[in-house]
Protein backbone atom coordinates (compact mmCIF):
# COMPACT_ATOMS: atom_id res chain seq x y z
CA UNK A 1 0.00 0.00 0.00
CA UNK A 2 0.82 3.75 -0.97
CA UNK A 3 -0.66 4.61 2.73
CA UNK A 4 1.57 6.88 4.61
CA UNK A 5 2.54 6.37 8.17
CA UNK A 6 3.19 8.55 10.16
CA UNK A 7 5.23 8.92 13.17
CA UNK A 8 4.72 8.98 16.33
CA UNK A 9 1.04 7.60 17.05
CA UNK A 10 0.23 10.12 20.03
CA UNK A 11 2.64 12.63 21.18
CA UNK A 12 2.08 14.74 24.30
CA UNK A 13 3.37 18.24 25.24
CA UNK A 14 3.32 21.45 27.05
CA UNK A 15 1.66 24.48 25.71
CA UNK A 16 4.93 26.42 24.30
CA UNK A 17 6.42 23.91 23.50
CA UNK A 18 7.48 22.67 19.48
CA UNK A 19 5.79 19.29 18.22
CA UNK A 20 7.07 17.12 15.44
CA UNK A 21 5.62 14.63 13.96
CA UNK A 22 6.86 12.41 10.36
CA UNK A 23 5.09 10.80 7.27
CA UNK A 24 6.82 8.01 5.62
CA UNK A 25 5.40 7.12 1.94
CA UNK A 26 6.68 4.17 -0.46
CA UNK A 27 6.42 5.61 -4.30
CA UNK A 28 7.40 8.41 -6.23
CA UNK A 29 4.90 11.49 -5.23
CA UNK A 30 3.28 14.62 -6.86
CA UNK A 31 2.71 16.33 -3.17
CA UNK A 32 2.15 15.38 0.39
CA UNK A 33 -0.46 17.20 2.16
CA UNK A 34 -0.64 17.49 5.79
CA UNK A 35 -4.33 17.49 7.77
CA UNK A 36 -5.26 18.28 10.89
CA UNK A 37 -8.74 16.59 12.41
CA UNK A 38 -10.31 17.51 15.71
CA UNK A 39 -12.48 14.71 17.30
CA UNK A 40 -14.65 12.92 15.14
CA UNK A 41 -14.76 16.80 12.71
CA UNK A 42 -13.63 17.20 9.03
CA UNK A 43 -9.93 17.38 8.33
CA UNK A 44 -8.74 21.05 7.55
CA UNK A 45 -5.99 21.03 5.22
CA UNK A 46 -2.80 22.45 6.60
CA UNK A 47 -0.21 22.72 4.07
CA UNK A 48 0.85 21.15 0.54
CA UNK A 49 4.48 20.75 -0.60
CA UNK A 50 5.56 19.81 -4.17
CA UNK A 51 7.97 16.88 -4.85
CA UNK A 52 10.24 19.30 -5.79
CA UNK A 53 10.27 21.75 -3.40
CA UNK A 54 12.29 20.84 0.08
CA UNK A 55 10.42 23.25 2.63
CA UNK A 56 7.27 25.54 3.10
CA UNK A 57 6.09 27.42 5.95
CA UNK A 58 2.65 28.90 6.56
CA UNK A 59 2.06 30.82 10.34
CA UNK A 60 3.34 28.30 12.99
CA UNK A 61 3.52 25.37 10.53
CA UNK A 62 7.21 24.10 8.84
CA UNK A 63 6.82 21.15 6.38
CA UNK A 64 9.92 19.85 4.94
CA UNK A 65 10.36 16.52 2.45
CA UNK A 66 13.03 14.66 1.48
CA UNK A 67 12.17 12.66 -1.68
CA UNK A 68 15.38 10.32 -1.10
CA UNK A 69 14.26 9.05 1.89
CA UNK A 70 10.67 9.32 1.22
CA UNK A 71 9.77 11.19 4.19
CA UNK A 72 8.25 14.04 5.36
CA UNK A 73 8.01 16.07 9.21
CA UNK A 74 5.83 18.69 10.02
CA UNK A 75 6.76 21.11 12.55
CA UNK A 76 4.45 23.14 14.90
CA UNK A 77 6.07 25.79 16.68
CA UNK A 78 5.54 27.48 20.33
CA UNK A 79 2.16 24.95 20.22
CA UNK A 80 -0.90 25.99 22.12
CA UNK A 81 -3.37 24.08 23.36
CA UNK A 82 -6.05 24.78 20.75
CA UNK A 83 -2.94 22.82 18.34
CA UNK A 84 -4.70 19.24 20.07
CA UNK A 85 -5.76 17.28 17.19
CA UNK A 86 -5.07 14.62 15.07
CA UNK A 87 -2.68 15.14 11.94
CA UNK A 88 -2.55 12.83 8.58
CA UNK A 89 -0.24 13.14 5.97
CA UNK A 90 -2.01 12.77 2.75
CA UNK A 91 -0.08 11.29 -0.66
CA UNK A 92 -0.83 11.92 -4.20
CA UNK A 93 1.17 9.75 -6.51
CA UNK A 94 2.42 10.77 -9.71
CA UNK A 95 0.58 8.84 -11.73
CA UNK A 96 -3.63 8.21 -10.97
CA UNK A 97 -5.45 10.87 -9.54
CA UNK A 98 -5.77 9.21 -5.75
CA UNK A 99 -4.82 10.65 -2.52
CA UNK A 100 -3.43 8.16 0.23
CA UNK A 101 -3.99 8.94 3.73
CA UNK A 102 -1.86 7.78 6.49
CA UNK A 103 -3.37 6.69 10.12
CA UNK A 104 -2.54 9.98 11.70
CA UNK A 105 -0.44 11.18 14.49
CA UNK A 106 -2.69 12.17 18.18
CA UNK A 107 -1.23 15.41 19.48
CA UNK A 108 -2.31 16.53 22.66
CA UNK A 109 -1.10 20.07 23.77
CA UNK A 110 -1.45 20.69 27.72
CA UNK A 111 -2.03 23.80 29.12
CA UNK B 1 -18.79 30.49 2.82
CA UNK B 2 -17.30 27.84 0.29
CA UNK B 3 -18.04 24.82 1.79
CA UNK B 4 -18.80 20.54 1.54
CA UNK B 5 -22.04 20.01 2.96
CA UNK B 6 -22.71 16.48 3.79
CA UNK B 7 -26.39 15.04 5.50
CA UNK B 8 -27.51 13.54 7.45
CA UNK B 9 -24.36 14.02 10.32
CA UNK B 10 -25.75 10.63 12.10
CA UNK B 11 -27.46 8.04 10.97
CA UNK B 12 -28.75 4.38 12.09
CA UNK B 13 -30.20 2.00 10.28
CA UNK B 14 -30.87 -1.83 9.71
CA UNK B 15 -29.08 -4.09 7.44
CA UNK B 16 -30.06 -4.17 3.69
CA UNK B 17 -32.05 -0.87 3.90
CA UNK B 18 -30.94 1.66 0.84
CA UNK B 19 -29.66 4.79 1.87
CA UNK B 20 -28.56 7.67 0.42
CA UNK B 21 -25.83 10.37 2.08
CA UNK B 22 -25.39 13.22 0.21
CA UNK B 23 -22.47 15.58 -0.33
CA UNK B 24 -22.69 18.98 -1.95
CA UNK B 25 -20.08 21.70 -2.74
CA UNK B 26 -20.22 25.34 -3.84
CA UNK B 27 -16.87 25.85 -5.27
CA UNK B 28 -17.24 24.65 -8.67
CA UNK B 29 -14.74 22.13 -7.84
CA UNK B 30 -14.22 19.23 -10.25
CA UNK B 31 -13.11 16.63 -8.14
CA UNK B 32 -14.96 14.89 -5.64
CA UNK B 33 -14.43 12.13 -3.60
CA UNK B 34 -16.01 9.73 -0.37
CA UNK B 35 -13.31 8.31 2.77
CA UNK B 36 -14.27 5.89 5.39
CA UNK B 37 -12.58 6.71 8.81
CA UNK B 38 -12.13 3.37 10.98
CA UNK B 39 -10.15 3.32 14.06
CA UNK B 40 -6.76 2.04 13.26
CA UNK B 41 -7.38 2.09 9.32
CA UNK B 42 -7.27 5.96 8.90
CA UNK B 43 -8.73 7.37 5.91
CA UNK B 44 -9.57 4.93 2.69
CA UNK B 45 -10.89 6.60 -0.42
CA UNK B 46 -14.31 4.41 -1.49
CA UNK B 47 -14.79 6.32 -4.81
CA UNK B 48 -14.08 9.47 -6.57
CA UNK B 49 -14.77 11.53 -9.61
CA UNK B 50 -12.75 13.67 -11.39
CA UNK B 51 -15.95 15.80 -13.31
CA UNK B 52 -19.82 15.25 -14.31
CA UNK B 53 -20.16 11.51 -15.51
CA UNK B 54 -16.46 10.40 -14.49
CA UNK B 55 -16.21 8.25 -11.58
CA UNK B 56 -13.21 5.87 -10.60
CA UNK B 57 -12.80 3.18 -7.58
CA UNK B 58 -11.28 3.96 -4.83
CA UNK B 59 -9.59 1.55 -2.41
CA UNK B 60 -12.58 -0.09 -0.58
CA UNK B 61 -14.83 0.38 -3.35
CA UNK B 62 -16.94 -2.98 -2.41
CA UNK B 63 -20.82 -2.45 -1.46
CA UNK B 64 -20.98 1.41 -2.63
CA UNK B 65 -21.97 3.50 -5.74
CA UNK B 66 -22.00 6.44 -6.08
CA UNK B 67 -23.29 9.54 -9.05
CA UNK B 68 -21.76 12.64 -10.32
CA UNK B 69 -24.68 13.88 -12.68
CA UNK B 70 -23.62 17.46 -11.42
CA UNK B 71 -20.38 18.94 -10.44
CA UNK B 72 -21.89 20.31 -7.56
CA UNK B 73 -23.15 16.70 -6.06
CA UNK B 74 -21.84 13.48 -5.78
CA UNK B 75 -24.29 11.35 -3.55
CA UNK B 76 -22.59 8.23 -1.45
CA UNK B 77 -25.48 4.88 -2.20
CA UNK B 78 -25.68 1.90 0.14
CA UNK B 79 -27.40 -0.38 -2.02
CA UNK B 80 -27.53 -3.02 1.00
CA UNK B 81 -26.07 -2.02 4.27
CA UNK B 82 -23.87 -4.33 6.42
CA UNK B 83 -22.89 -4.05 9.82
CA UNK B 84 -19.61 -3.95 8.36
CA UNK B 85 -20.03 -0.58 7.09
CA UNK B 86 -20.64 1.04 10.00
CA UNK B 87 -18.30 3.89 10.16
CA UNK B 88 -17.54 7.76 9.89
CA UNK B 89 -17.71 8.89 6.09
CA UNK B 90 -16.24 11.93 4.88
CA UNK B 91 -17.03 13.90 1.34
CA UNK B 92 -14.17 15.85 -0.08
CA UNK B 93 -13.91 18.41 -2.93
CA UNK B 94 -11.10 19.81 -4.19
CA UNK B 95 -10.41 22.12 -7.47
CA UNK B 96 -8.82 19.67 -10.38
CA UNK B 97 -7.39 15.87 -9.16
CA UNK B 98 -4.36 15.67 -6.68
CA UNK B 99 -2.92 18.19 -7.26
CA UNK B 100 -4.64 20.66 -5.06
CA UNK B 101 -5.65 20.30 -1.36
CA UNK B 102 -9.15 18.83 -0.16
CA UNK B 103 -11.87 20.49 1.44
CA UNK B 104 -13.94 18.31 3.58
CA UNK B 105 -17.65 18.43 4.73
CA UNK B 106 -18.10 17.73 8.23
CA UNK B 107 -18.45 14.29 8.18
CA UNK B 108 -21.21 11.25 8.45
CA UNK B 109 -21.26 8.74 11.35
CA UNK B 110 -23.26 5.48 10.14
CA UNK B 111 -24.38 2.84 12.12
CA UNK B 112 -26.00 -0.04 10.29
CA UNK B 113 -27.45 -2.66 13.03
Known amino acids: SQQGEEDPQALSIQEGENATMNCSYK?????LQWYRQNSGRGLVHLIL?????REKHSGRLRVTLDTSKKSSSLLITASRAADTASYFCATALNTGNQFYFGTGTSLTVIP | EAQVTQNPRYLITVTGKKLTVTCSQNMNHEYMSWYRQDPGLGLRQIYYSMNVEVTDKGDVPEGYKVSRKEKRNFPLILESPSPNQTSLYFC????????????FGSGTRLTVV
Open chain 2, 92 to 103: ASSLSGNNYGYT
Open chain 1, 27 to 31: TSINN
Open chain 1, 49 to 53: IRSNE
